[in-house]
């Protein structure tokens, strides 16, 4: 079994300050764990991905992620917050089945809401 | 362009009719997903499809049919629709790596079907 939890349905910064959006996951393999972007009224979008190689992970706008299998964690993180970083933020675990076939759990959403 | 293409973007119908949406992508992908995604749960899985004629069910299957004729498309059936299945839809796809490694894949998603039931 796997499951996903996101710390914080809502997370609201000011722009410039850090931005830390929390994930905390339970897998009973070792996991492939993902960071997904939804800007209002569209798709998701990939930030970053961890697939069992380094654990501090970069992704695309200035985020990183940072994998802690002893707190089984994959933060989101962000130096500075710009306006246009507000989105809904998924953290995604995945599984691959006997056969072949994808199992992704996603998390509830953090809405990041960011103030001028 | 690469692309998940999903049509309608809305659809409001009434119980009982039966209705599809599409999906099409153009990356010759061999994984490819429906999520119905409500408020505060997240994105749950309907269907996924492996490759053509290829198909498992994901976590919540009931109410909902797919088909994987072609590669590039995977409609999604809604035999008899009910308003709890009024829900904000995405279709996503996947290449596959050798050894099936999809789940170290990205997904790229379509932008949303948003349905109502009345």
């Known amino acids: 079994a796997q499951s996903v939890t996101q710390l914080d349905s809502h997370v609201s910064v000011s722009e410039g300050t850090p931005v830390l959006l929390r994930c905390n996951y339970s897998s009973s393999y070792s996991p492939s764990l993902f960071w997904y972007v939804q800007h209002p009224n569209k798709g998701l979008q990939l930030l970053l991905k961890?697939?069992?190689?380094?654990?501090l992970v970069k992704g695309i706008n200035g985020f990183e992620a940072e994998f802690k299998k002893s707190e089984t964690s994959f933060h989101l993180t962000k130096p500075s917050a710009h306006m246009s970083d507000a989105a809904e933020y998924f953290c995604v675990v995945t599984r691959v089945k006997t056969g072949g076939s994808y199992i992704p759990t996603f998390g509830r959403g953090t809405s990041l809401i960011v103030h001028p | 362009e690469a692309q998940v293409t999903q049509n309608p973007r809305y659809l409001i119908t009434v119980t009982g009719k039966k209705l599809t949406v599409t999906c099409s992508q153009n990356?010759?992908?061999?994984?490819m997903s429906w999520y119905r995604q409500d408020p505060g749960l997240g994105l749950r899985q309907i269907y996924y499809s492996m490759n053509v004629e290829v198909t498992d069910k994901g976590d919540v299957p009931e109410g909902y049919k797919v088909s994987r004729k072609e590669k590039r498309n995977f409609p999604l059936i809604l035999e008899s629709p009910s308003p709890n299945q009024t829900s904000l839809y995405f279709c996503?796809?996947?290449?596959?790596?050798?050894?099936?490694?999809?789940?170290?894949?990205?997904?790229?998603f379509g932008a949303g079907t948003r349905l109502s039931v009345l």
């Open positions: 961890y697939t069992s190689a380094a654990t």
């Open positions: 990356m010759n992908h061999e994984y």
């Open positions: 996503a796809s996947s290449p596959s790596q050798p050894g099936g490694l999809i789940a170290k894949n990205i997904q790229y």
